[in-house]
Nanobody
Framework: QLQLVESGGGLVQPGGSLRLSCAASGFNLVPYAIGWIRQAPGKEREEVGCISSSGADMNYPESVKGRFTVSRDYTKNTVYLQMNSLKPEDTAIYYC???????????????WGQGTQVTVSS
């Protein structure tokens, strides 16, 4: 079963940047679309980006548009979430997730990582 592992979270000041990584041990991520979803305390889960198996990224929600970018490196079998101009309201646990093999970003996520904490604070 596909197992996803996020890394790169941490504490950053407002206006700063972080890059999160999503990797899979023993699995080729090429056939999978990969999404990034965040969960803040007391708030609903929010998808902040997704990239198809071919590398096309979805439209971003207004809350992160122009600041967040999803990309993938096929040679490293890794998907990234680049976050710039971070705001305190971006504080959340960030998860990467994948729909079933071969399915697009429009499908429900079946595989989830354990999440990585991002805290934006001065």
């Amino acid at each position: 079963q596909l197992q996803l592992v996020e890394s790169g979270g941490g504490l950053v000041q407002p206006g700063g940047s972080l890059r999160l990584s999503c990797a899979a041990s023993g699995f080729n991520l090429v056939p999978y679309a990969i999404g990034w979803i965040r969960q803040a305390p007391g708030k609903e889960r929010e998808e902040v980006g997704c990239i198809s198996s071919s590398g096309a990224d979805m439209n971003y929600p207004e809350s992160v548009k122009g600041r967040f970018t999803v990309s993938r490196d096929y040679t490293k079998n890794t998907v990234y979430l680049q976050m710039n101009s971070l705001k305190p309201e971006d504080t959340a646990i960030y998860y990467c997730a994948a729909p079933p093999r071969g399915r697009s970003c429009a499908n429900a996520y079946e595989y989830w990582g354990q999440g990585t904490q991002v805290t934006v604070s001065s």
